[in-house]
């Protein structure tokens, strides 16, 4: 059964940095496209950013030029680097994947349970 799992968030001042990761396991295909999201109190799930398994990005336009996703297909992991953190940047964070099959046929897309990220002094 796949697993999703997010690490790395916490507590950190305004201005700081954080690294999340997500790793993916227990699946016997490929993931293709990961991304990010997240959700704060009272407020709707909002796109972070997307990364495709070529490495090509796309990000909500909140954290452009501040955040920036990676991938290590080999170690089926995703991470997010969060520079120059704000307090409308608490949230909880989740990772999800999309998993295709040897052929590139789609399989099945999955979530995380999120990673809280609390910005504030």
């Known amino acids: 059964q796949l697993q999703v799992v997010e690490s790395g968030g916490g507590l950190v001042q305004p201005g700081g940095s954080l690294r999340l990761s997500c790793a993916a396991s227990g699946f016997l295909f490929r993931l293709n496209t990961m991304g990010w999201y997240r959700q704060a109190p009272g407020k709707q799930r909002e796109l972070v950013a997307i990364i495709s398994r070529s490495g090509s990005t796309n990000y909500g336009d909140s954290v452009k030029g501040r955040f920036t996703a990676s991938r290590d297909n080999a170690k089926n992991t995703m991470y997010l680097q969060m520079n120059k953190l704000a307090p409308e940047d608490t949230a909880l964070y989740y990772c999800?994947?999309?998993?295709?099959?040897?052929?590139?046929?789609?399989?099945?897309?999955?979530w995380g349970q999120g990673t809280q990220v609390t910005v504030s002094s």
């Open positions: 999800h994947v999309d998993v295709v099959t040897s052929d590139g046929l789609r399989y099945g897309d999955y």
